[in-house]
Structures are given as C-alpha cells and as structure tokens.
C-alpha cells in the first residue's frame, strides 16, 4: 500500500505537521506501508518534526506570489500534482489543503480515492460562502473531522470523526513532583490563540504568588506579539516571558507544573495530547470543539472568555498540590486513550 500526502509545506511548527510526522511513523510501523509527502512549497527548508522512519519527499516549489492563487499558480499546481499522482500511482491521497486547491483536488485523476482532514474548527472557518463548496467536498472519499461536534456544520454527506493520536514512548519515565513552579502556553503567535487573555489572567493572579511564572512558546505574526510585549510593560507585569517555539518542548513541558490553553478555537488541540504525554495538567477554555473531547479529569475546561473563572481556576491549581499531583496522574493514565497503534487502525478501516 501506498500513501500519497500532500501538504501546503511541512517546515513551521504546528499541530498539522506534528501529526503528519506521527502518521508517517505509525504507517511504516504498524503496516510497512509506503509513505509520499508532497509539499506546495518546502523550498529546501528542514522538516520540522522529522519522522523516525524513512518516507519520500517531493516539493513542488510553487512560489505564490499573493495570499490568493492566481489562475496561472493554480494551472501548474494541477499540473504538477497530476504528474506526481501518475509517477508514484498512490492507493489513496491524503490532503491537509484548503481553498480552491482543495476543491479542484478530487477532480485530478478521480479513480484515485481523496481523503480530506480538516484540521480547523468549522466554527468560525465556515461561513455563507461555503453554500458554493459543498458539491465539489462531496467528490472526496472521505472528509475527516477530528470530533463528533464538528458535523454541525457541514452540509456533506462523507463524513468521518478521527481524532489526532500521539506516539507514546515506551519505557520514557517521566515523573511530575518536584518540578518548577512555571506555567506554560505553547503555539503560533496568531488572533485565534487569545494570548492577550492570558496575560490579562496573570494579571489577576501572579502577585499572590510570588514564586511562579509564566512562559509563552511560539512564533507568527510579529505585531500581535509587539502588543503582548506592549502590554506586560505597560502593566509592569512581573515573572512572564515570550519566547520563540521550540523544538524541544516535552523538555519544556517536562519542568513545568500547569499548561494554560486560551484558544478562540480549538478543533483538536495536539498540545493537550502533548501535555498527557509529558503528565502536565492543563486549565483550557471550553473553546470549540477540540478540548472538551480530550480533556476529563487531568485538567480543567473553563467558559469560553471566562478570564475571572480562568483565574480562578489558576489560583486553585497553583495552591493546591495534591490536586495538581492527581491530575498528572490521571494525564499519564488518559494518554492510551490516543495511541497510535488505536486511532491509525481507524485510518486503515477508511482507506
């Protein structure tokens, strides 16, 4: 069996290229498949999150020259794809496209069966405008939603709920007493990620303890983090921290006590996974639809914008140790829930 990926690029770090890594590895492991990515636009930058396993990589070095594709961009990524496709003969393509790419897509070579993940929350990505997508995402095999709450809003009759899954080490001995009284948030620097509210909760809460901080992980648009920066002057906010992502964030998340997760949306939320992973509880808005879907008693959802209850719930996690001690716990015990080895035999029962 073969599989064919296509992705925008696989070089920023992100939930999508994380999983993509993850699911290279567990089809080489779990099945021998073979596994092909092909990118819009690598441009010979290095994978991000390189998986443990050898797979082909091709870049179709499309250079767009605007936020939009012009018809000239378009002709050659249908060209070029229609070529690759004929060249490698994939079982199945799997696409994290969006935009008209990902409506012409099923269209090119139609014998070969298109699978489409959606990785955002159709919450705010769904709009009016979509009335005019609905017969062309009807042409793929399956389109993959990463939660039940998701289905509200598409009018399409292929769908399918797989949740993202994470690679659990065996044998990793990973311990939660004793670790830094540190707080941390972690993902691209972007309006959907309401860090703004995060720094307003700290401010609610950090002179009460004295012996904490707080460290923000990510990278993106470089005005929103002015403003952040802006803020924790302007406020003479104490103990806080803005750093670029990291390529090692379980060591991160392994010397921290508490993950905090102020999403506008959240569709999955690989980063909760990632906590579970590193036994770090985690307090999140109730943002839709991801983190209600993984979270249970290893963390706490709070009202969506609720920033006094988000405090609240702050303050409660840093003074109580116990409490956060149980939650690490449960986190370590929840994880199975996505394994790998469980949610790609979802993947193979669809292809």
């Known amino acids: 069996m073969k599989i064919l990926y296509i992705v925008n690029h696989f070089k920023y770090h992100g939930g999508i ?5 993850n699911k290279i590895d567990a089809w080489i492991e779990e099945y021998g498949y073979d596994v092909v990515v092909v990118t819009i636009n690598q441009n010979n930058a290095p994978i991000v999150y390189p998986p443990k396993n050898d797979f082909k990589l091709v870049d179709l070095k499309i250079q767009r020259k605007k936020k939009r594709y012009s ?5 050659t990524l249908i060209s070029k794809v229609n070529k690759i496709l004929r060249k490698e003969s994939p079982d199945i393509v799997i696409t994290t496209l969006t935009g008209i790419p990902s409506l012409l897509l099923p269209f090119i070579l139609p014998k070969i069966n298109k699978v489409l993940e959606i990785h955002s929350s159709g919450a705010l990505s769904v709009t009016k405008s979509w009335k005019y997508k609905w017969w062309f995402l009807n042409k793929y095999h399956k389109i993959v939603l990463l939660n039940e709450d998701e289905k509200q809003y598409y009018q399409l009759n292929n769908l399918i709920v797989i949740p993202n899954f994470i690679q659990i080490d065996s044998g990793d001995n990973i311990v939660y007493r004793y670790r830094q009284k540190k707080i941390i948030a972690a993902g691209r620097i ?15 809460v950090y002179q009460k303890f004295p012996d904490w901080k707080l460290e923000i992980y990510g990278d993106g648009d470089k005005s929103i983090i002015t403003r952040l920066e802006d803020y924790i002057h302007s406020n003479k906010l104490n103990r806080v921290s803005i750093y670029p992502a990291t390529n090692n964030l379980n060591e991160v998340m392994r010397r921290s006590s508490i993950f905090c997760l ?6 999955f939320g690989m980063v909760i996974l990632e906590c579970k992973k590193n036994m770090l509880p985690v307090i999140s808005y109730d943002s839709p639809n991801g983190p209600r879907h993984i979270i249970s008693n290893d963390g706490v959802l709070v009202e ?17 140790e116990d409490y956060r001690n149980q939650m690490a716990e449960n986190a370590k015990i929840n994880l199975n829930e996505f394994s790998s080895s469980k949610i790609i035999k979802m993947w193979k029962e669809l292809i």
Do not use: C, G
């Open 190 to 204: 972007h309006p959907d990620k309401q860090y703004d509210h995060l720094l307003q909760i700290w401010n609610l």
């Open 17 to 21: 290229e994380r999983m993509l890594s």
């Open 304 to 320: 969506q914008n609720n920033m006094e209850e988000f405090a609240e719930a702050l303050e409660k996690m840093i003074t109580e």
């Open 262 to 267: 102020t999403s506008k949306t959240e569709s």
């Open 71 to 75: 018809v000239y961009e378009l002709f």
